[in-house]
């Protein structure tokens, strides 16, 4: 997973409140009102969320611990869980049995012609 910077974090997170509290002291204001839509789509891009209240979240979430947790905390797993060489033993395994499939599938296709004849033929 892809993060971005804890200073931009940090950064949009700051815009995104200052742009809230001015939404939030004059609602009818268009351009306070698309700023603040603006950095809340901003942070949803940066924190791969749907929703502005959860990028926030997120963010903030983010900002507090440190990598690793937050990586356990947003996919369940924590890679440090199994050793870089079981990983890739586990990769290579995979992969050599879809080139043995594979290769049992292109043998099944190559086989010799089947009796069928064409009329050119007979």
Do not use: I
């Amino acid at each position: 997973m892809l993060l971005p910077a804890k200073n931009e974090v940090a950064r949009h997170l700051r815009r995104y409140r200052t742009w809230e509290r001015v939404m939030l002291a004059s609602p009818t204001d268009r351009t306070a009102r698309e700023n603040f839509e603006d950095s809340g789509y901003t942070l949803c891009v940066l924190m791969g969320k749907r929703c502005a209240r959860e990028a926030v979240s997120a963010a903030e979430r983010y900002l507090q611990t440190s990598l690793p947790a937050y990586l356990q905390e947003q996919t369940g797993y924590l890679q440090q869980d199994q050793p870089d060489q079981d990983r890739k033993e586990q990769a290579g395994g995979a992969r050599k049995e879809q080139t043995r499939q594979g290769r049992k599938s292109r043998a099944a296709r190559r086989g010799p012609p089947s009796g069928r004849r064409s009329k050119a033929e007979r």
